[in-house]
């Protein structure tokens, strides 16, 4: 009788760890598929990531010092990618990884195999010169270069930094050309980033006033 009662408490004991662990699994189900905590005032956000290969530009430039000096010409491989929150996933709401993609490559071509120039830098001038040729003193050095070989950009220094805001304000320019998408309406935030070499680069990121 004693083997029969030590049998009757094991069974006991197996069933309350069994009915324990069915709880906590139904909890967590519950859990999962939008039960007890997942409440009206939960925050909940959908981000698109976007990094191709040919999302990248190749260009030259110099950084200028607030002493005035600067670096030598050299360039980078720059590589672009972008993140964008979402207001909802909902089919009315969907939006087209090619359109983000296309006006990215846009802003890529037109920076690409340049020479990126600061036109608002105080120690850049521009100097006369034939046609077809750009001439120019930077930091009190004359440079001359082919016309079609650079980009005059409207900041006052070739950093990665600044990059990534004139880059993010070309993009979104080009995007929301197509009117028929409510952008505003269907994208919260967004964050470029454009790194110049491994583990280096900037980030600039954007929130849009609902």
């Given amino acids: 009788m004693a083997v029969g009662r030590n049998r009757l408490h094991s069974n006991k004991r197996f069933a309350a760890r069994y009915n324990k662990t069915v709880c906590n699994l139904g909890g967590a189900i ?20 976007i990094r191709k290969d040919n999302l990248k530009f190749s260009a030259a430039h110099m950084t200028v010092f607030p002493d005035g000096s600067k670096e030598s010409l050299h360039g980078h491989n720059y590589e672009v990618t972008l993140e964008v929150e979402l207001t909802a996933p909902t089919l009315a709401q969907m939006l087209s990884y090619a359109a983000f993609k296309q006006a990215l490559r846009s ?25 077809g040729e750009y001439n120019f003193r930077l930091c009190g050095k004359r440079y001359v270069l082919p016309m ?18 004139l880059f993010f304000e070309r993009f979104w320019h080009v995007l929301t050309q197509d009117q028929a998408v409510s952008w505003r309406e269907r994208i919260l935030a967004a964050r470029l980033r454009i790194d110049e070499s491994r583990g280096q680069g900037a980030t600039y990121s954007v929130r849009f006033n609902r």
């Fill in 30 to 49: 519950r859990r999962f598929n939008g039960g007890d905590n997942m409440t009206g005032h939960d925050q909940r956000s959908w981000k698109l990531h």
């Fill in 148 to 165: 079609d070989e650079v980009a005059i950009l409207d900041v006052d220094n070739i950093t990665v930094e600044n990059l990534t805001q």
């Fill in 107 to 131: 802003v890529c071509d037109s920076w690409d195999e340049k020479v990126l120039l600061a036109g608002a830098n105080p120690w850049f001038i521009l100097l006369p010169g034939p046609e």
